[in-house]
């Protein structure tokens, strides 16, 4: 295989990624499917089995006319992903998986494979678009803001987006499936993917716990009353309600923070409790997608979560690779480990990991903010 026009689209056996490979073939491109294996554990009782898969890929290339290639990046998945989302887990954070497999796996091991095989490019189904300006990509939003996953794609480069296309990034949800369901392609009505890959259908818990030691430990409220047992901080998030089993009169009780070093768990009660708010955040790992930070303090929106609208905010520049971010309006349920991505516009102009929070509520749990983070 070779030529500029060729792409390799990253086939996971969904609507979304089948429907790339279509719109590409239709625009002339000479395109070739592959089938990425991440996870080398048998996976019979979750949606995510490998097999189960694999049958839907090589369908959809069968209907296409076009090559299926596969290869098993479980090893790379391991080392580069998996181990990272246990050792965050163990220190008290919440991490998202997602964003790690995206960059090292995505749009790293997958494109190094592609352009092995002769490719040009690579495409997926990620609901993103990218545009040029003067000699840099931009990371856009998708047209349908219910499922754009820049948040997800906010640590890819200069280099992943000059080499990468996203077919779906001005079409619909609804609008894709009726594109498959016309085209005739086999998995138009499959049911979306939830959840974290690797673990699929199966108990969260009962799957950490092969690879991970609970440490029970204590359920307080941040003056050091103590209200139950937790069965380990990695199990819990911060704004979680459900799985407590702390009962009682009064509103219900949230995780407001974690504290590694004292293996506690803190809780406060109703919903909208101060300590649930934050003021601002602190990120580690800061990513550009321009490859250079733009001109600080910058005035932009953030959003700590997924389905997060963005929030109006500050960033400023800590160096090291740290940004300070500094909100317009409290924000609810800051969570450590997880992303804050930041954006201007349509543009997602990157992110970072979240250190740790700064609380409204005058007292932080356990005395320190910074054990929210398990620093």
């Not at 189960?52 to 596969?70: F, G, S």
């Not at 990468?164 to 016309?182: D, M, N």
């Not at 047992?229 to 819990?236: I, R, W």
């Not at 970072?352 to 509520?361: D, F, K, M, R």
Request: hydrophobic share 35%; aromatic share 8%; net charge neutral.
């Amino acid at each position: 295989m070779s030529g500029s026009n060729r792409v390799i689209v990253g086939l996971s056996g969904g609507v979304d990624s089948a429907v790339a490979a279509l719109l590409l073939q239709r625009e002339g491109y000479d395109v070739a499917g592959l089938f990425m294996k991440n996870w080398e554990e048998d996976d019979q009782d979750g949606r995510c089995a490998a097999a189960e898969d694999l049958k839907e890929v090589q369908r959809v290339c069968d209907v296409l006319h076009i090559p299926l290639h596969t290869v098993n990046f479980a090893s790379e998945y391991w080392d580069r992903v998996f181990q990272t989302f246990l050792a965050e887990l163990h220190a008290g954070r919440t991490p998202n998986p997602d964003v790690l497999c995206n960059r090292e796996i995505k749009f790293k091991a997958f494109l190094d494979h592609a352009t092995a095989l002769g490719a040009s490019r690579i495409a997926t189904g990620h609901y993103a678009r990218v545009t040029e300006s003067g000699d840099t990509c931009l990371l856009m939003n998708a047209h349908d803001r219910g499922k754009d996953q820049t948040y997800f794609l906010h640590t890819l480069g200069q280099h992943e987006l000059a080499h990468s296309l996203f077919p779906l990034g001005g079409l619909t949800k609804t609008e894709v499936r009726g594109i498959a369901r016309q085209a005739g392609l086999p998995n138009h009505a499959r049911p979306d993917s939830t959840g974290i890959c690797f673990i699929g259908e199966r108990n969260f818990r009962q799957f950490v716990a092969r690879y991970l030691k609970s440490q029970p430990g204590p359920i307080a409220t941040p003056d050091g009353t103590v209200r139950g047992q937790h069965d380990g901080l990695m199990f819990y998030t911060i704004g979680q309600r459900h799985g407590l089993g702390i009962g009682g009169p009064g509103a219900a009780w949230y995780v407001v923070g974690k504290d590694a070093g004292r293996n506690t768990l803190y809780i406060e009660q109703g919903t909208d409790h101060p300590a649930l708010y934050a003021s601002g955040l602190t990120t580690e790992s800061i990513h550009w997608v321009s490859g250079s930070p733009p001109l600080l303090p910058l005035a932009c929106r953030a959003k700590t979560r997924y389905r997060q609208a963005g929030q109006n905010c500050t960033i400023r520049d800590l160096g090291d690779g740290r940004v300070r971010v500094d909100f317009e309006a409290p924000q609810r349920a800051i969570t450590p480990g997880q992303s804050a991505v930041f954006y201007q516009g349509e543009v997602c102009l990157g992110g970072g990991v979240i250190l740790e929070a700064s609380p409204v509520a005058a007292c932080s749990p356990g005395g320190q903010q910074s054990r929210q983070a398990g620093t």
